[in-house]
């Protein structure tokens, strides 16, 4: 494979980014109708599913559909340089710094002429510093706007502001495979909290192993198709900040360094800080956690982060639980499973929808893509009829759904459950008669409204619902939504332990907008012997893909194996979810 079909990805995404930034300057600028254009063809570049650089280096773009004359000549522009004519124009004729301010606060342009002309603000970090100052007072804003601003603020990848894991995973895979060109990057990963699966991200953590030539790795990370700028550089060494405001950080080590150097950069700061008080005690060497082999010289590398936790009489921790949430005391007294669910252990997909309620693929085409996956079954499991806004399913259309279900399995091996996701009501009734109910393989019930009921309410509803028989998963159980909306209020040691009762099971929600249940919850769950399933909430066959963050999201609550309902087979899951099973 030649380098640049190896970098098609990245430059691919330093294309959307300037078509997306071209868009937000015209619409700044009061253009009506070319925005559209060039979001349209942002969408449309990051959709294409075949290598970009032939068509570039054909000049056959306007070939894609959506791609004209203007938008072709930015792709090249950036494709083969790193940026474009119309956008540097564009960047010209706007304040220093009116992209980060439009995007990440969505100011106007006459308020970011205003901000520019008084205060001299040209970026996010400048224009939340004058908030919390008082300065933007006299400028007309009012308590109101300046709150929304530095709520959009904490929200945006511009700054060191936490960012969703989704939106950053890709980009960070992409650098991984752009470092792993260079023959002298021995071995590359991501450390920091994306290798911790945390629900959100400050920054992008790469470690490359090398024996030599530091500078030409270096000289290759900077020279990322989306940087836009060089923060910090050292020897082994550097910071840059990508087109969308987000900070990247590669550093460089050494083989008999690189698994130190890769687990002091996985972090966190708290576990780090635990196992560094742990060696003083048992004094190594000055409290400094060495990955040194015990038993063998000093000159002899380690084979793995593995050594450090054996050189503190420690048993592994992997990545995903290191948070100093007990996972230290629990590797001292060798309680950390050996046996945590991984991805390859699923069998079968778990909720999801389809073009019947609001999803957007149909019946036949999820079941082929989770089959392609190699599952070996799939739950279809749409909207109920109380949640009119995703489209659910009356009774009439139901039964439509079981008839297509039907011709579809005749198609395809793998197993199809037909299911629904029901909603939870406000006292507690699911929504489908019994006698649809129990026709059901699979119910996944979820609360979908009212979630400003208070505690009491709250609390009552779900452990009203577990009375009920047909009650066999709890779906996205605290029903938050990552930096956008709070987890229910409830009484969870109550609502846990009626579910233990129950038998039902526990959604883990590979949604990785939800990310729900958040690992207390479930170590409280685990330790009332409740089961899991670990779901994709998937409403697209490429949103299948949404397994790995449920993966992730289980590991860092130490979900083992046994613990998690569909890595059985199709017919021992449906045993242990049926309807009719009490």
Not at 48 to 62: A, N
Not at 229 to 257: F, H
Not at 263 to 279: D, F, N, R, V
Request: proline residues 4%; aromatic residues 4%.
């Amino acid at each position: 494979m030649s380098k640049n079909e190896e970098t098609d990805g990245l430059k691919r995404l330093a294309v959307v980014n300037a078509l997306q930034e071209i868009a937000v300057l015209l619409q700044l600028k009061g253009d009506k109708f070319r925005p559209r254009a060039y979001a349209g063809a942002a969408t449309t570049i990051a959709e294409f599913e075949d290598e970009l650089g032939p068509l570039v280096e054909q000049k056959r773009l306007t070939e894609i559909k959506g791609i004209g004359q203007s938008t072709a000549r930015v792709i090249e522009e950036v494709y083969e340089g790193g940026t474009s004519s119309t956008l540097e124009k564009l960047k010209q004729e706007v304040p220093p710094g009116a992209l980060s301010l439009a995007r990440g606060a969505g100011l106007d342009l006459a308020k970011i002429r205003r901000l520019n002309e008084a205060l001299g603000i040209t970026g996010l970090d400048q224009l939340k510093a004058a908030i919390e100052a008082g300065k933007l007072r006299d400028l007309g804003f009012t308590e109101k706007a300046q709150q929304t601003l530095l709520e959009r603020i904490s929200r945006t990848g511009f700054s060191n502001a936490e960012i969703l894991l989704v939106d950053v995973l890709e980009v960070a895979e992409k650098i991984v495979e752009y470092m792993q060109i260079p023959k002298e990057a021995m071995r590359v990963e991501l450390a920091g909290a994306i290798r911790r699966w945390k629900e959100t991200v400050s920054d992008i953590r790469v470690v490359v192993m090398a024996e030599k030539s530091a500078a030409r790795l270096l000289d290759h990370f900077v020279g990322i198709p989306m940087v836009a700028t060089v923060e910090d550089r050292t020897s082994k060494r550097a910071t840059v900040r990508l087109v969308d405001g987000v900070r990247v950080t590669l550093t460089i080590a050494s083989p008999d360094e690189y698994w130190t150097v890769l687990h002091q950069e996985t972090g966190s700061e708290a576990h780090l800080k635990k196992l560094e008080e742990l060696a003083k005690q048992k004094g190594s060497a000055r409290g400094r956690i060495s990955a040194k082999m015990r038993g063998k010289p000093r000159s002899s590398p380690a084979e793995s982060e593995r050594d450090i936790y054996e050189n503190l009489g420690m048993q592994y921790v992997p990545p995903e639980m290191r948070e100093d949430t007990g996972e230290v005391e629990q590797s001292l007294a060798g309680e950390i499973p050996d046996d945590l669910i991984t991805i390859e252990d699923i069998a079968g997909m778990i909720h999801c929808h389809t073009t019947y309620s609001d999803g957007r693929h149909s019946v036949e085409q999820m079941a082929r893509a989770a089959e392609a996956m190699g599952m070996k079954y799939i739950t279809i499991t749409d909207h109920s009829p109380t949640a009119q806004y995703a489209r659910g399913l009356k009774l009439d259309q139901l039964k439509r759904q079981w008839d297509e279900i039907s011709r579809v399995q005749e198609k395809v091996s793998i197993k199809l459950l037909r299911g629904t996701e029901s909603d939870i009501l406000r006292e507690g009734e699911l929504d489908y008669p019994d006698s649809v109910l129990e026709k059901f393989d699979v119910i996944i019930a979820s609360i979908h409204n009212r979630y400003k009921l208070d505690e009491d309410q709250t609390t009552r509803r779900v452990v009203n619902a577990m009375k009920n028989p047909f009650f066999k998963i709890w779906g996205h159980p605290s029903g938050r939504l990552v930096q956008r909306r709070p987890p229910i209020a409830c009484r969870i040691d109550e609502i846990l332990d009626a579910i233990a009762e129950s038998g039902a099971a526990i959604e883990i929600s590979g949604d990785p907008h939800r990310l729900d249940m958040e690992p207390t919850w479930a170590r409280k769950a685990q330790k009332r012997g409740a089961k899991f399933v670990i779901s994709t909430d998937a409403h697209s066959m490429a949103e299948l893909a949404n397994l790995k963050f449920g993966i992730g999201l289980a590991r860092r609550a130490g979900v083992r194996r046994g613990e998690v309902l569909n890595t059985l087979s199709a017919k021992a899951f449906q045993r242990a979810v049926s309807p009719t099973v009490n």
